[in-house]
């Protein structure tokens, strides 16, 4: 089955030479209506040929040289205009050089377009058929778009039917061989908060990196020996360290003013409209002092020194890291963009929260020690932990107690602006209270099933002989893996 380039970039099983819905005669537009404004009944448009592209790039991966990149070419003579295109695919060098040289024809092919009207009766083309035009003996156009009124409307492509570019398969050049086997790659285990849809022990990632890259296999075992493969990274992620310490930040909020600091060790990153990075570009992971990965977004990106970029604009805390945020990052600590090349790790759902170790080597290569990192975690509790609920108030009762109140948030289908309330992700609601004074330990600890309580007057009394100036209250909600994550009030007690 051949495979064709399509305008919009993406690869289609037919080209227009062999699709079935183009192999039989065209429908013959005998009667095209003139225009009321003096147009004619057929309006042709042929852009000039400095406009159209004389050579065609074709990024890709290939498969028969370990999936480093590669690209196909296509040119015509004369002219310098070169249009390029990267797909996040694998195929042959051989498949690629024809895709581009079918694309590059078809942009010559079909550069003219027409413009006609017929009766509003004539209910024969359709977006996607052909026609033939008056006068025109050579080529055929397909309809792209239609607009219905007292006639219809029709813009028309050209095309020529002709056989697909051939396909020569051909094996990548022989490369030296060098003596000396890579080395253990750089591997980065990250339990993630949940999001996406993904289940809890999906979200137990990884992030490898190694120069020169090849692709990477991931193995499992719960003791020392008996490894499993889990998965294969065919693609190097980029990951870096902070240049610069990161302060403590807050949650939900638009920074405009702080900025992230990051040295990368390969790569490069990019600025985005703010309403794209609200639609989730631009991830980034940075390990917090606090050894939990705060979740940040970005929307500005400058390279202000050769491999270290400025990130501006940030969303900190984000898919409920709020405790690292709180906690920061040293400088140093690891970061790393999370796009397509960070994979889920292998976890099973039957190993979350279990320790086991992990071995990450080189595809093909020998699996010893000085090949390979070899590391234990435990996946999957972060995606499973409650987030820490919001709004915390705290009101001082005439009888001298106190009435707390919050709001519960959510892992699972939260997202939604339409819902009057968001689904519940545990079986049970409940959550346990601490109170002290801030910065000390909780003198009472309670658990209460839903998002309020009141501190009595005598408890007041009964734990705080001498009321301090302040309280803090710890809140946390309860779930099957246990203890959310805290959410922290001080408050004046008016004391």
């Not at 490898?208 to 296999?217: G, I």
């Not at 080189?362 to 070899?374: C, L, N, Q, S």
């Amino acid at each position: 089955m051949a495979f064709g380039l399509r305008d919009d970039g993406r690869v289609g099983r037919r080209s227009p030479g062999t699709s079935r819905a183009w192999a039989g005669a065209a429908f013959a537009v005998d009667d095209p209506v003139s225009g009321d404004d003096g147009r004619p009944a057929i309006e042709l448009v042929r852009p000039p040929d400095l406009d159209l592209p004389t050579e065609a790039l074709l990024g890709f991966g290939d498969p028969m040289d370990d999936y480093q990149s590669g690209s196909g070419r296509a040119v015509r003579d004369g002219g310098q205009n070169v249009a390029s295109l990267d797909l996040p695919g694998a195929m042959e060098a051989g498949q690629a050089e024809a895709l581009a040289a079918d694309w590059l024809r078809r942009a010559w092919t079909g550069r003219e377009t027409a413009r006609f009207a017929v009766p509003a009766r004539q209910r024969g083309p359709v977006p996607g058929s052909l026609v033939s035009l008056p006068g025109r003996t050579q080529g055929e156009f397909v309809v792209s778009a239609i607009e219905e009124g007292l006639t219809r409307q029709i813009e028309a492509r050209r095309i020529v039917r002709l056989p697909p570019a051939p396909d020569r398969a051909r094996l990548p050049p022989q490369r030296a061989r060098s003596a000396v086997q890579p080395g253990a790659p750089l591997a980065l285990f990250l339990d993630l908060p949940m999001a996406g849809g993904e289940a809890v022990h999906q979200r137990f990632k990884i992030a490898a990196y190694a120069r020169p890259w090849v692709s990477q296999q991931v193995y499992c075992s719960p003791a020392e020996t008996g490894f499993e493969l889990r998965t294969t990274l065919t693609r190097r992620a980029t990951v870096g360290e902070l240049a610069q310490t990161l302060p403590p930040g807050a949650e939900g909020r638009l920074d405009e003013f702080g900025a992230l600091v990051v040295g990368l060790y390969a790569g490069a990153l990019s600025s985005v409209p703010l309403a794209q990075m609200l639609n989730g570009s631009n991830v980034l992971a940075v390990r917090s002092t606090a050894a939990s990965w705060e979740i940040v977004q970005f929307a500005e990106a400058d390279e202000i020194e050769p491999g270290v970029w400025r990130l501006t604009r940030l969303l900190r805390g984000q898919l409920g890291t709020s405790d690292a945020a709180a906690a920061g990052a040293a400088a140093g600590a690891d970061v790393v963009l999370l796009d397509s090349a960070v994979q889920a790790a292998g976890l099973r759902e039957g190993e979350t929260g279990l320790e086991l170790t992990w071995r990450v080597a080189p595809a093909g290569r020998d699996f010893g020690e000085d090949h390979a990192v070899t590391e234990p975690h435990i996946g999957g509790l972060r995606a499973a932990l409650p987030l820490s609920p919001v709004h915390l108030s705290a009101t001082r009762q005439a009888d001298g107690g106190f009435a707390f109140a919050w709001v519960r948030r959510g892992r699972v289908d939260a997202d939604s602006w339409q819902a009057v309330e968001i689904p519940e992700d545990e079986p049970f609601e409940s959550y346990v209270l601490r109170i002290g004074a801030p910065g000390g330990p909780a003198v009472r600890q309670v658990t209460v099933g839903g998002p309020s309580w009141t501190y009595p007057a005598a408890s007041v009394a009964a734990d705080f002989p001498v009321l301090p100036d302040e309280l803090e209250l710890e809140l946390r909600q309860v779930g099957r893996a246990g203890e959310g994550i805290a959410a922290r009030l001080v408050f004046a007690t008016g004391g």
